[in-house]
């Protein structure tokens, strides 16, 4: 599987976060689950819009586009040979120290995989 870090394609083996990552050391993100049938996700809007409302709740500021995720969701796909699919936009706060005190330079790590749709 090719997965997506911050819009760069890796190899799923070989993609790494920071092990000192928000979202891995205290759940500080949020995530979207979207289906894709035939290379299209209906609900594309919807999911990007609640993603950006989860991230405005918890105070994490997203500088990429919606446009570029979507770029990004593509290259995935198309890295993938599929066009069903079901795809993982995950959102964390990035790196930070130990506590749970919000960083004051916030550097969101954004990871996008892509798996089979169930039958």
Excluded: C, Y
């Amino acid at each position: 599987m090719i997965v997506s870090i911050n819009g760069v394609l890796k190899k799923a083996d070989d993609g790494r976060i920071d092990p000192r990552d928000r979202g891995f050391t205290l759940g500080d993100g949020v995530f979207e689950t979207i289906a894709v049938r035939k290379g299209a996700a209906p609900r594309l809007t919807k999911h990007l819009a609640r993603m950006r409302h989860g991230l405005q709740v918890i105070g994490l500021p997203l500088e990429t586009s919606d446009q570029d995720l979507v770029n990004w969701m593509n290259d995935v796909l198309s890295a993938n040979d599929t066009h069903d699919a079901v795809l993982r936009l995950t959102v964390s706060r990035g790196q930070g120290e130990r506590g749970i005190a919000l960083p004051s330079d916030t550097q969101p790590t954004v990871i996008i995989t892509v798996n089979p749709l169930p039958p």
